[in-house]
């Protein structure tokens, strides 16, 4: 099953999130992060459940982009538990945020991973994502 993440859901999605980037976040500045977005109407975020059970996560942030003439979603995370992979748990996550898309009529929607994670472009081509930009990435 698929359904809109709750406030609920943070302590779950949070230890999604450490595990995506390999890293222990301060838990109070997501908590602000979280609570702010999940009320933001740009913001879309999704669970996937599996006999009663979190199992996956998938956030999309949407923007009026002047150089698309529209909005555009971007997947900022997608995470499947281990044991869940390659079930279509990411399937059925990437094509709720396709339908919020359609919904709200989405020029595009794009997402970036990380080149450590080189298993992520066959996925997300996979998927019917076509890699057509470069990202850049300044730390400040």
Not at 38 to 61: E, K, L, R
Not at 93 to 114: A, C, D, M, R, T
């Amino acid at each position: 099953m698929i359904r809109e993440a709750h406030k609920e859901d943070i302590d779950m999605i949070y230890e999604f999130i450490c595990k995506l980037e390999n890293s222990q976040f301060d838990y109070n500045t997501f908590r602000s992060i979280y609570d702010k977005n999940i009320a933001n109407p740009d913001c879309h975020y999704f669970v996937a459940i599996q006999n009663g059970s979190t199992i996956g996560f998938i956030s999309c942030h949407a923007h009026d982009l002047l150089h698309h003439c529209g909005k555009v979603g971007e997947i900022q995370e997608l995470y499947i538990d281990p044991a869940y992979r390659n079930q279509g748990f990411g399937r059925l996550l990437i094509n709720e945020v396709i339908k919020i898309g359609k919904l709200n009529h989405f020029k595009s929607l794009e997402v970036s991973s990380n080149k450590k994670r080189t298993e992520n472009v066959n996925i997300y081509e996979h998927y019917g994502f076509r890699l057509t930009h470069n990202t850049f990435t300044m730390e400040i």
